[in-house]
């Protein structure tokens, strides 16, 4: 399956990188719930590398969902997609289990703070012990006397793969250009609210402005 999206060009390897913690950590037949799981890519590249896994992906798309179910159609019953708007996750119906993993990629961004706040909460109470929340998205930058070395960044990585992840011609103009719709929040940010969770945060992967995070419940 063809990644539906491909924006940038560190997005292939840490999406693998998301999929590869999740495959060998996960036990037997254990369940992971994938929010706003689009057309299913990440759950695809998942079930490649274990096809015992239940998976459970939400999406308030459901054109989006209607795609996942031709794109997973081999792994069966072991998956289960749900339309959901994670705006109102607190409303949303899920199975009744706990989950050794929930994912998220790229669509914390889309939220409203305190939608980020009330779902993180949320996720807490669907983990079992010993279970992770992977939240893969961007982060805001927040040091205006820093900006020039990120602008560093993205230029080498632009170099490096012909492609650019971001750009901007100074942190006024960056800020200008987070729409409504383009909500990142700061590491500071979510890792104060994986802690209120219960969560314990770690920063496990970074490419530029783009995090692969995670939130661990308690054994």
């Given at each position: 399956?063809?990644?539906?999206?491909?924006?940038?060009p560190?997005?292939?390897?840490?999406?693998?990188?998301?999929?590869?913690?999740?495959?060998?950590?996960?036990?037997?037949?254990a369940?992971?719930?994938?929010?706003?799981?689009g057309k299913?890519?990440?759950?695809?590249?998942?079930?490649?590398?274990?096809?015992?896994?239940?998976?459970?992906?939400?999406?308030?798309?459901?054109?989006?969902?209607?795609?996942?179910?031709?794109?997973?159609?081999?792994?069966?019953?072991?998956?289960?997609l749900?339309?959901?708007?994670?705006?109102r996750?607190?409303?949303l119906?899920?199975?009744?289990?706990?989950?050794?993993?929930?994912?998220?990629?790229?669509?914390?961004?889309?939220?409203?703070?305190?939608?980020?706040?009330?779902?993180i909460?949320?996720?807490?109470?669907?983990?079992?012990p010993?279970?992770?929340?992977l939240?893969?998205?961007?982060?805001?930058l927040i040091e205006p006397?820093?900006?020039?070395?990120?602008?560093s960044?993205?230029?080498?990585?632009?170099?490096?793969?012909?492609?650019?992840?971001?750009?901007?011609d100074?942190?006024?103009?960056?800020?200008?250009?987070?729409?409504?719709n383009?909500?990142?929040?700061?590491?500071?940010?979510?890792?104060?609210?994986?802690?209120?969770?219960?969560?314990?945060?770690?920063?496990?992967?970074?490419?530029?402005?783009?995090?692969?995070?995670?939130?661990?419940?308690?054994?």
């Amino acid at each position: 399956m063809q990644d539906p999206v491909e924006r940038h060009p560190t997005r292939a390897e840490q999406l693998d990188i998301l999929a590869t913690l999740v495959a060998d950590a996960a036990g037997p037949a254990a369940a992971v719930l994938d929010l706003g799981c689009g057309k299913g890519y990440v759950l695809h590249l998942l079930l490649a590398r274990r096809p015992d896994l239940r998976v459970v992906g939400v999406d308030r798309s459901e054109a989006a969902l209607a795609e996942a179910r031709v794109n997973l159609a081999a792994a069966g019953d072991r998956v289960q997609l749900v339309v959901g708007d994670l705006e109102r996750f607190a409303e949303l119906s899920l199975p009744e289990r706990r989950f050794r993993f929930v994912l998220s990629a790229l669509t914390f961004h889309d939220l409203a703070d305190a939608a980020k706040q009330a779902v993180i909460g949320r996720v807490a109470t669907l983990l079992e012990p010993g279970g992770a929340f992977l939240l893969y998205d961007r982060l805001r930058l927040i040091e205006p006397s820093l900006f020039a070395l990120q602008q560093s960044i993205w230029r080498r990585i632009e170099r490096q793969h012909g492609r650019a992840m971001r750009g901007a011609d100074s942190y006024e103009g960056y800020l200008a250009d987070l729409g409504a719709n383009n909500r990142p929040a700061s590491l500071e940010e979510y890792f104060a609210w994986f802690r209120a969770a219960g969560l314990k945060p770690a920063c496990l992967h970074l490419h530029g402005n783009v995090a692969l995070l995670a939130g661990g419940m308690p054994g």
